[in-house]
Nanobody, 117 residues
Framework: QVQLVESGGGLVQAGGSLRLSCAAS????????MGWYRQAPGKQRELVATFTSGDFTNYADSVKGRFTVSRDNAKNTVYLQMNSLKPEDTAVYYC???????????WGQGTQVTVSS
């Protein structure tokens, strides 16, 4: 059973920074892709930043240059460094993993990020 546990969310002023962490149960090498999505109130869940096992990264246009996704294989943890935060970044952020061997997506429980103006 795959578990993804996010942490690091909170309240920050516009222009500030936060770092989200996603700790996976077991090795993250087994996943073909990992990353972050977010969902704001009344909106659909959207991609924020992901990377593949081949280290190809993909960012939403709205976060390019401000957010960075990274991983620590030894800690089985994925991070999302968020700088220059804007009120429109306010959302619940979800960690995501895709297993090619099983053909399944996995999601964390989500962590709230609120950016005040």
């Amino acid at each position: 059973q795959v578990q993804l546990v996010e942490s690091g969310g909170g309240l920050v002023q516009a222009g500030g920074s936060l770092r989200l962490s996603c700790a996976a149960s077991g090795s993250i090498f087994r996943f073909g892709a990992m990353g972050w999505y977010r969902q704001a109130p009344g909106k659909q869940r959207e991609l924020v930043a992901t990377f593949t096992s081949g280290d190809f990264t993909n960012y939403a246009d709205s976060v390019k240059g401000r957010f960075t996704v990274s991983r620590d294989n030894a800690k089985n943890t994925v991070y999302l460094q968020m700088n220059s935060l804007k009120p429109e970044d306010t959302a619940v952020y979800y960690c995501y993993a895709y297993s090619r061997s099983v053909g399944s997506n996995y999601w964390g429980q989500g962590t709230q990020v609120t950016v005040s103006s």
